[in-house]
């Protein structure tokens, strides 16, 4: 007869057998012991819910950069190197974006792959104080998410290829998400009169939101594709005057930077400060930027409300 110490190990361990069963059955093709087939970190909110979505179950994803903070000015921290250490897979979204991670990967080492999103994507030139520049922030044009998602589904499967039918499964499913959202947002910005598609944002972030839904980029409160530089007295009376000559109807705060300047600017030109925008971050929880879907949607209704003077609402399916 089992003493009483060793029918409790045996119902542990018939517990725990049950526990695994239970996780390989609803995780679809879980591998781990904690459901997980891969490791991945990812240095923005964007990049890392793009990776959230084709990886599923099968992938545990760190990210980098918390909601609501500037990727071009984060410092990187001492956890951020060891999250790398362990890596099989590190997603960044490229370009002045994230280029301090350079210095992360040097310091820790690792064997992870490293995937530059921006070299999958369609990229546009931008102005900055150096001239012309990349424009690194491809994700506002959602045909770029869906060429990420693809960049994504590859390096997944190189790193775990038994998980091959999930990840291409998951990357389908979202890319169409990603087709009916540019499609929606098509609708919603061809409601404001061609002559209102003006805009103004705190940094020159939604270049590519502009390029592929036809609006015309005035100008920027900070003239530059980064958030690091700084707007001369010069530079801002050039603002308010070309505000003024244009006719420009609102201009719109990003929800990660003050937004002092722009309701200095916004009064000295005449025009409103409309509601601010997710440009290089995603939101917290509960907030409307919380998911890329919902922070371009979220975008979309703001830019379309803002520059038609409030005579244009969008709704979008979920
Ligand atoms: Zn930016």
Known sequence: MPSPRA??????????????VVAAGCGDEGGGANGT??????????????????????????????????????????????ALTDADVVFQAGGDIDEWLDEVVDSAGGHAERVTLIDSVTTVEGEDEHGEETDPHWWQDPRNAILAVAAIRG?????????????????????????RLDAEVARCIDQVPAGKRKLVTTHDALGYFANRYGIEVIGAVIPALSTQAQPSAKDVGELVDQIKSEGVEAIFPEASLSRKLEQAISR???????????????????SSGETYLDAVRANAGTLAEGLSGGSVTCSFSR
């Open 37 to 82: 087939s891969v490791s991945a970190v990812a240095t923005t909110t964007q990049v890392a819910d793009l990776v959230r979505n084709v990886g599923g179950s099968r992938v545990a994803v760190d990210g980098i950069l918390p909601a609501n903070a500037d990727p071009h000015g984060y410092e990187p921290r001492p956890s951020d190197a060891a």
């Open 7 to 20: 029918s409790v190990v045996a119902l542990l361990a018939a517990a725990a057998a049950s526990v695994l």
């Open 155 to 179: 390096a997944l499967v190189r790193a775990d290829p038994d998980g091959r039918a999930g990840y291409e499964r998951r990357a389908a499913g979202y890319s169409g998400k990603l087709r």
């Open 268 to 286: 000295e030109a005449g025009a409103e400060v409309g509601g601010q925008l997710w440009a290089d971050t995603l939101g917290p929880e509960g």
